[in-house]
């Protein structure tokens, strides 16, 4: 899956869900793209891939932990 592969960066919600975010130009503009991967126990219990809003970007970014960052940035926890 492409968003799993090479993302700009991970963050992780406070019950421990993965959001891969990768951004894709098509002729229409950027595409925010986000796949999902929930596990509990190292086991995969769901995975999903979807085009963001900008809500819903802001909630990634401002809300959840980052855990890495395509730049190099160290991880940092969500206020």
């Known amino acids: 899956m492409p968003t799993l592969q090479n993302p700009l960066f991970v963050t992780r919600d406070d019950r421990g869900s993965y959001y891969f975010y990768k951004p894709f130009k098509d002729d229409s503009g950027l595409v925010h793209l986000v796949s999902v991967e929930v596990d509990k126990n190292n086991k995969l219990l769901y995975k999903t891939s979807y085009e963001a809003d900008d809500d819903r970007m802001e909630k990634m970014i ?10 190099g940035i160290q991880p940092i926890k969500a206020e």
Do not use: N, R, V
Request: without cysteine; aromatic residues 30%.
């Open 62 to 71: 401002k809300k959840y932990d980052l855990i890495y960052f395509a730049g």
